[in-house]
């Protein structure tokens, strides 16, 4: 990383970190002072943005993280078989607390092999492309996620419906730091890492990413190595 570069990362850092921390803070001091006055109702309101705003925090810690060791190219990833269709459904389980007014429909065609990926990286991968979905996505709509088998990979689609991007920001988007300026991202938070970190994590584990934005939808798509390729190079060896 180069001083700018340096520099960037700390103020994205501070600002991130200190939004939801202040969140916390202040719904906690709430409760704390006020208990008595306050009915369930509220409690209950005030610790599900106290769970939010934490998630946002693990996420967000777990991506700077990752923003460091991307520079290491030595980090080791480990490889196993991941079943896509539960971890699709776990990620699934944890944004819709956050977004609850968007509904998520799974197409998955049942015949579609296990990927060889990091498990926790895959699943950092989809955190990061259905939590854009849902951020970016337009009120009470549906998030749509899809795979495909092709010949030796997986493909996974996401698609939201919401303002585009512009073809033009199609890469940039793809870099650290980057956000699009519209009146959506300038409502939302973001530190601009996310997808910065999903193409790397990506790309690591021999797979591509894409996008696509038109007619008022946008979808990721993500290509990973099925892991049959593995299987089948065992099997060849053992012959
Ligand atoms: N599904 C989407 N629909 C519309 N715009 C999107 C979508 N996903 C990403 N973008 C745009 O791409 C930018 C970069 O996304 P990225 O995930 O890297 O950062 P972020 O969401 O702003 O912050 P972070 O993920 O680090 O919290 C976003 O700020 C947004 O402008
Ligand atoms: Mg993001």
Known sequence: MNDKDYEDFISTVSHELRTPLTSIRGFSETMLSSWDKLDDESKKK?????????NRLINLVENMLSVTKLQNTKEDLIYKEVQIKPAIETIISIIKNQYSDKSFKIDINPNTPPILA????FEQILTNIIENAAKYGDENSTIFIKTEILNDMVS???????IEIPQNDYEKIFTKFSRIDNPLTRKVQGSGLGLYITKNLVE????????????????????????NIEVQAREKCSR
């Not at 996974?156 to 919401?162: A, F, L, R, W």
């Open 118 to 121: 990091d498990k926790d990286k």
């Open 46 to 54: 005030f610790l599900k943005i106290i769970v939010e705003q934490s």
């Open 156 to 162: 996974i689609k996401i698609t939201n419906s919401g």
């Open 204 to 227: 690591k584990m021999g797979g591509k990413i894409f996008v696509k934005s038109e007619n008022h939808k946008t979808t990721f798509e993500i290509h990973l190595p099925s892991s």
